[in-house]
C-alpha cells in the first residue's frame, strides 16, 4: 500500500507565499508521475502543476509565473512553491503520485492540505 502526506497548508495573506511538501511512503518501485491539483468549495477539482519523470512540468494557466513544482524524478518529498498568492488560490490541495510496485501501476492522492488567502 502506498500513503501520500501534505503537509505546508495554512492562512496567508493575498501577496504572500507557502511552500507544499508531498511525502509518499510504501511499497514504491518508482514513482512516474507527481503533482498537485486544488478544488474550491463547489467547485471541481483542477490541476495546478503536473511532472512526469523525465519531462517539463505543466501549470494550469491561473498559476504560471506565481508556482513552481519541484521534484528530483526520484522518492523525495515533491514541493509546491507558491507565491504571490491571491484569494482566488483558496482551496484544499491535493498531492498526486502515479507509482509503480511490483505487481502494477497504480494512481493515489493525498488526503489534502487547506490553503486559505485572505484579501
Known amino acids: 500500500q502506498v500513503q501520500l502526506v501534505e503537509s505546508g497548508g495554512g492562512l496567508v495573506q493575498a501577496g504572500g507565499s507557502l511552500r507544499l511538501s508531498c511525502a509518499a511512503s510504501?511499497?514504491?518501485?518508482?514513482?512516474?508521475?507527481v503533482g498537485w491539483y486544488r478544488q474550491a468549495p463547489g467547485k471541481q477539482r483542477v490541476l495546478v502543476a503536473h511532472i512526469i519523470s523525465g519531462r517539463s512540468a505543466n501549470y494550469g494557466e491561473s498559476v504560471k509565473g506565481r508556482f513552481t513544482i519541484s521534484w528530483d524524478n526520484a522518492k523525495n518529498p515533491v514541493l509546491l512553491q507558491m507565491n504571490s498568492l491571491t484569494p482566488e488560490d483558496t482551496g484544499v490541495y491535493f498531492c498526486?503520485?502515479?507509482?509503480?510496485?511490483?505487481w502494477g501501476t497504480g494512481d493515489y492522492w493525498g488526503p489534502g492540505t487547506q490553503v486559505t488567502v485572505s484579501s
Open positions: 498526486y503520485a502515479q507509482i509503480s510496485h511490483s
Open positions: 510504501g511499497s514504491i518501485v518508482r514513482i512516474n508521475a
